[in-house]
Nanobody, 117 residues
Framework: HVQLVESGGGSVQAGGSLRLSCAASGYSYTVSMGWFRQAPGKQREEVARIYTGGGVTAYANSVKGRFTISQDNANNMLYLQMINLKPEDTAMYYC????????????WGQGTQVTVS
């Protein structure tokens, strides 16, 4: 099993930056890792993902050019650098992992709140 713990959320003004971190433990082979977010009254949406083997990344259109997902495999860390934040980025952000053999993200963190005013 994989345990994921997010940190780095907070409150910032529009145009500001934050970096979210996700520490993974109980490590098993993961195919990909990602960041999701959910705002009150809205469905959870995928923000970014990275394929752990080759480092290929993908982003939601709404964050392209502003968010960067990265990983530190040596330390089992996942990051989301967010710049030029907008009020519509306000949400709970979740780290997720997809293990080998799974067709979907099957491990989730508890979330970290990002509020942009």
């Amino acid at each position: 099993h994989v345990q994921l713990v997010e940190s780095g959320g907070g409150s910032v003004q529009a145009g500001g930056s934050l970096r979210l971190s996700c520490a993974a433990s109980g490590y098993s082979y993961t195919v990909s890792m990602g960041w999701f977010r959910q705002a009150p009254g809205k469905q959870r949406e995928e923000v970014a993902r990275i394929y752990t083997g080759g480092g290929v990344t993908a982003y939601a259109n709404s964050v392209k050019g502003r968010f960067t997902i990265s990983q530190d495999n040596a330390n089992n860390m996942l990051y989301l650098q967010m710049i030029n934040l907008k009020p519509e980025d306000t949400a709970m952000y979740y780290c997720a992992a997809r293990s080998q053999g799974s067709t979907a993200f099957n491990y989730w963190g508890q979330g970290t709140q990002v509020t942009v005013s």
